[in-house]
């Protein structure tokens, strides 16, 4: 909770929290609302380990769920294509709503998420660590587009 006022008062329009963290006194359903009264969207973050049941009594309240696709930590982490299914999972469950993957997203990866249902993408080392960064964005883009 401590960080929601001090991001929306940033500029954030949007906030990510992961499931797994230490939550507030009320729990995840206390931080959504602590968020939105924010005026801040709200999205909820699952590492590899974390099955997609996790966070089902709080999807109807949020409006992005994201799939870590590496361990979160560090940047540069191989892209881990065995969280495709619990993708897929959420994709079957929340036909509308914004599924996003991030961890290890290249041109060379992006299709398997974007194919089990991904709509949105988080890429770093993909793009900073290429010599066409525009390049590396559209195909990305492609990928996202031709398979929703």
């Known amino acids: 909770m401590k960080w929601v006022k001090p991001m929306a008062k940033a500029g954030a ?18 931080l959504i609302a602590a968020i939105k009264e924010a005026g801040m ?21 949020v409006d992005l769920l994201l799939v870590m696709t590496v361990e979160p930590g560090f940047s540069g982490q191989s892209f881990m294509g065995d ?18 993957v991030d961890g290890g997203l290249s041109p060379t990866t992006v299709d398997a998420a974007s194919v089990a ?8 080392s993909a793009i900073f ?9 559209r195909a990305l883009r492609e990928s996202v587009e031709k398979c929703q």
């Open 83 to 100: 969280m495709m299914p619990k993708v897929a999972e959420l994709r079957g469950k929340y036909p509308t709503l914004n599924i996003q």
């Open 117 to 124: 249902g991904a709509n949105v993408v988080v890429a770093a």
């Open 41 to 61: 969207t709200v999205g909820i973050a699952l590492k590899p380990g974390t099955p997609a049941s996790a966070i089902e009594e709080y999807v109807v309240d």
């Open 129 to 137: 660590g290429s010599n066409d960064q525009p390049g590396v964005i």
């Open 13 to 30: 329009n949007s906030f990510t929290f992961h499931i797994e963290s230490d939550m507030p006194e009320g729990g995840p359903k206390a």
